[in-house]
């Protein structure tokens, strides 16, 4: 089961440690991730794509998720950040359809620094919960 926290409480219990590295495209795994969630070259079943390609941006959605998305915790453990962005950024492929819009922004395997990134999200299926630790009120996917 998923467990949620808001961004305080994730760092009060080392769920999140905001430390980026340097480049988000350093290894080749991230520029794949890179190149798949601005400007694919494959075809993916499913993927989703922000509507901007310029780097900057891209490591500004990864800076602002991480150091001021809610956490969750997901049956494996994993830590993911989310940040609802306001604002649309992207939109997703699946299965031969878009759906519209992603406004939303997904931060994976944000404590590896070889393999963190970040892809865009709809908030459609979002909704209202609190924070496993201080019932705090958050969204959560």
């Known amino acids: 089961m998923k467990t949620y926290y808001c961004h305080e409480c ?3 219990l080392g769920l999140v440690t905001p430390n980026l590295p340097e ?4 290894t080749s795994y991230q520029l794949e991730k890179y190149i798949k969630h601005t400007a694919p070259t494959g075809i993916y079943p499913t993927n ?7 780097y900057e941006d891209y490591r500004d959605f990864v800076v602002t998720t991480t150091v001021s998305g809610t956490a969750q915790v997901d049956d494996y ?3 993911n950040l989310f940040w609802v962005a306001g604002r649309e950024i992207g939109a997703t492929y699946d299965n ?3 759906i519209l819009p992603d406004d939303s922004v997904f931060v994976v395997l944000h404590d590896q620094e070889q ?3 970040a892809f865009p999200v709809s908030s459609s299926g979002f909704h209202a919960a609190t924070c496993a630790r201080c019932g705090r ?5």
């Open 96 to 98: 031969g359809k878009f």
């Open 10 to 12: 994730s760092i009060l």
């Open 48 to 54: 989703s794509v922000f509507d901007i390609t310029d």
């Open 23 to 26: 480049s988000l495209t350093g």
């Open 137 to 141: 009120p958050i969204i959560t996917p």
């Open 77 to 79: 453990g994993r830590v």
């Open 115 to 117: 393999f963190i990134h």
